[in-house]
């Protein structure tokens, strides 16, 4: 089954604990990205990713981190996490990123930092 | 900057009704929209994608029109249903190879 799968899904940790949410695709998918999701400011992007060893920052990218080392995974890196990262965190990953293909969501991460 | 509206913001409509989302951008610059669903607690599944050279796109019961000009979509849902309450979400692919959503319409069918 083509999907995009996030671990962990739920999560709660404390303020500096580094902590890292996996995401995977089995679709051979070039463009993979993050999201995060917050009431009253819908969906923004953290960092995306055109291709292998190819990142770029989104509109949010400050304290997060990520890497592209095979093109089926892309980690979301939190070196320090504060309260004000406790979000609802979407990977998504499309065939082609320039022009825009359909996008798959993974099914989100509930990350809480008290 | 890109900005993505969506109006309204929830929308309750009996069973049977047929109804409209609809969804404006500022920048008329964009590859292409997409429509997609949330439901709660779950991750987004796209409904529609429109290139920016399309007018329209049709699935089922699902209507997606754009004029790119006067930076607009709407989504026509036709004989709505209790399984289609979910919020809406649409989203333009715009350089430099971005995703920007709008914030939503909650739609809630009752029977």
């Known amino acids: 089954e083509a999907q995009v799968t996030q671990n962990p899904r739920y999560l709660i940790t404390v303020t500096g604990k580094k902590l890292t949410v996996t995401c995977s695709q089995n679709m051979n998918h070039e463009y993979m990205s993050w999201y995060r999701q917050d009431p009253g400011l819908g969906l923004r992007q953290i960092y995306y990713?055109?291709?292998?060893?190819?990142?770029d920052k989104g509109d949010v990218p400050e304290g997060y981190k990520v890497s592209r080392k095979e093109k089926r995974n892309f980690p979301l890196i939190l070196e320090s996490p504060s309260p004000n990262q406790t979000s609802l965190y979407f990977c998504a990953s499309s065939l082609m990123g320039q022009g825009g293909d359909t996008q798959y969501f993974g099914p989100g991460t509930r990350l809480t930092v008290l | 900057k890109q900005e993505v509206t969506q109006i309204p913001a929830a929308l309750s409509v009996p069973e049977g009704e047929n109804l409209v989302l609809n969804c404006s951008f500022t920048d008329s610059a964009i590859y292409n929209l997409q429509w997609f669903r949330q439901d709660p607690g779950k991750g987004l599944t796209s409904l529609l994608l429109?290139?920016?050279?399309?007018r329209e796109q049709t699935s089922g019961r699902l209507n997606a029109s754009l004029d790119k000009s006067s930076g607009r979509s709407t989504l026509y849902i036709a004989a709505s249903q209790p399984g289609d309450s979910a919020t809406y979400l649409c989203a333009v692919f715009c350089l430099p190879d971005k995703l920007i959503f709008g914030t939503g319409t909650r739609l809630q069918v009752f029977p």
């Open positions: 429109i290139q920016s050279s399309q």
């Open positions: 990713s055109m291709n292998v060893e190819v990142t």
